[in-house]
């Protein structure tokens, strides 16, 4: 037997399926990055398409450190380099070393309404890497905040996230991915102090008003789990707490219905091959999105399809099976 | 577009297929391969300035894929995911199409799939793309010489796989 023929065969019968889809796909992002705006909102084709379309305004996190200097005033000239290096090296741990960030080293923008905000990565042999930020008081800078526990961002930007004009901070780690699930921190700052807002960790984000009467935006994370599957958390803002609270998925039924549902029903019914996790992930999504009747149904769809002992297995689909019927009757 | 931007397009046309099979092999799961394939190409657009001209450009290309696939074979995902994914549409297709399907290349390929990620690459990256086993040796980060002794061990494993599945009535 010719096994380096047979299997060159073979080879050639796969097919890569909708190459041309993902390559556009591919191309898109690189035209966005080409304009300085990349978008941390991809994913796998189903998901771009759907969310890109109809989804509020997703999250974009390209812009870095400088990039809002035009944005400043005469009278918020920033202080020079040399001044900044110096100033900002005094305020942080004995030994720590500035590092270079895109191309300054301590960068400038704006938080909260109009604040200049300096900002600079650096790196100590006892407390770790991290990154501090500082305002300018009588001409010398003074420490807002700092942290080691995130390590140092791969992306920062300074969007207006809430859309209520003003400016957060938000940090990234990594590069997010479909399959790469990144630390995410927001930063608010009130004037005198700086607060970390909203924590998690997402292959992408999406932010916007799914909740009828609610005047904050809200937060859903996307975490790539497998097989096309995600965690979606949500967040919504807590005045008490003065920061976003992970919130149960059920009381964010449109979102649901309006997006998760359709990217799992576009993955089921036109992805390649049909598997367990994204029958199971639309099962979910349906009880979270309050048709639970249907959810039942795609259940009992998934616990037929093949390979029963991989997971979710059929134990799975029986918990959530028994959560939604639990549901159903406390709704009757 | 920036001409770089054209570049990738230019490779992705002339790549994408390699390279996706080559993931698809390596990961067993088609929606794992179409995404890493994506990621494949956005690294190589944000690596190009880093491009030595040492190698070829698809011997750089499928080091990055093999780069995306440890990762994520290290990941906890992979941890997770079904071993074999390629499960069958909920449409059974038709007797005619199972017959050719596993005439033609079913065996071939879930003989293939049999082999260790490290036997597994070896072929696909010489039997289907035609590299050397130097250039084989450049992408997984091994000499020549141990390149070739894995090549000749994963053909007597696929021989063994596919001899029994002959004599088992596989196809």
């Not at chain 1, 890569?16 to 966005?32: F, K, P, T």
């Not at chain 1, 975490?223 to 992970?246: A, C, E, N, T």
């Not at chain 2, 696909?124 to 020549?144: K, M, Y």
Request: hydrophobic content about 40%; glycine content about 8%; overall charge positive.
């Amino acid at each position: 037997m010719d096994i380096e023929n047979y299997v060159r065969a073979g080879l050639e019968q796969i097919d890569s399926g909708d190459s041309e889809l993902y390559q556009a796909s591919v191309l898109r992002r690189i035209h966005a990055m080409d304009k300085g705006k990349r978008r941390w909102t991809y994913r796998s084709r189903t998901v771009g398409v759907t969310l890109a379309t109809a989804c509020a305004v997703l999250l974009a996190v390209g812009g870095i450190l400088a990039a809002r200097q035009g944005a400043m005033t005469a009278s918020q000239k920033p202080l020079s380099q040399k001044t900044l290096q110096a100033d900002m090296i005094s305020l942080l741990p004995k030994g720590s070393k500035l590092l270079p960030y895109n191309p300054q080293i301590v960068s400038h923008f704006k938080m909260g309404k109009s604040s200049l905000v300096y900002g600079a990565v650096f790196q100590n042999p006892s407390v770790g890497s991290g990154i501090a930020l500082a305002q300018e008081q009588k001409g010398r800078l003074s420490l807002l905040w700092t942290n080691t526990v995130f390590g140092v961002p791969s992306m920062i930007s300074n969007p207006d996230l809430l859309h209520n004009g003003e400016h957060e901070l938000v940090l990234i780690k990594g590069s997010p991915s479909v399959t790469s699930n990144e630390k995410v921190e927001v930063l608010r700052f009130t004037g005198t102090k700086v607060t970390p807002i909203l924590t998690g960790t997402a292959s992408q984000i999406d932010n916007g008003k799914w909740k009828t009467g609610s005047t904050m935006t809200q937060f859903a994370f996307w975490s790539y789990g497998y097989g096309g599957m995600y965690d979606i958390r949500m967040y919504q803002w807590s005045g008490s707490k003065g920061k976003y609270m992970l919130t149960p998925n059920e009381q964010f039924p449109l979102y649901f219905k309006r997006y998760v549902v359709p990217y799992y029903t576009n993955q089921l019914y036109h992805g390649q091959p049909v598997n367990r996790s994204i029958a199971y992930g639309l099962s979910e999504a349906l009880y979270d999105a309050g048709q639970y009747k249907a959810s039942l149904n795609m259940i009992n769809d998934g616990m037929r399809i093949p390979w029963a002992s991989q997971f979710p297995t059929n134990m799975e689909f029986t918990m959530l099976q028994k959560m939604v019927q639990s549901k159903v009757r406390s709704t009757n | 577009m920036s001409s770089d931007g054209e570049t990738i397009s230019q490779l992705m046309r002339a790549h994408w297929n390699g390279i996706w099979k080559f993931v698809y092999t390596t990961t067993k799961n088609r929606e794992v391969a179409n995404d890493l394939t994506q990621e494949v190409f956005i690294q190589a657009y944000k690596s190009l300035d880093q491009f030595r001209r040492e190698s070829s450009v698809k011997t750089w290309l499928f080091r990055i894929a093999r780069n995306k696939c440890t990762d994520y074979l290290r990941s906890w995902a992979f941890r997770k995911v079904t071993p074999f994914s390629m499960i069958p549409h909920l449409e059974s297709p038709s007797v005619e199409e199972i017959a050719i399907k596993s005439l033609e290349h079913a065996a071939a390929v879930d003989a293939l799939m049999t082999l260790t990620v490290k036997h597994r690459e070896v072929v696909v990256l010489h039997i289907q793309e035609d590299l050397t086993f130097r250039e084989i040796g450049e992408i997984v980060g091994a000499s020549s010489g141990t390149v070739k002794m894995r090549y000749r061990r994963a053909i007597e494993a696929l021989r063994t796989e596919l001899e029994k599945e002959m004599f088992t009535g596989g196809y």
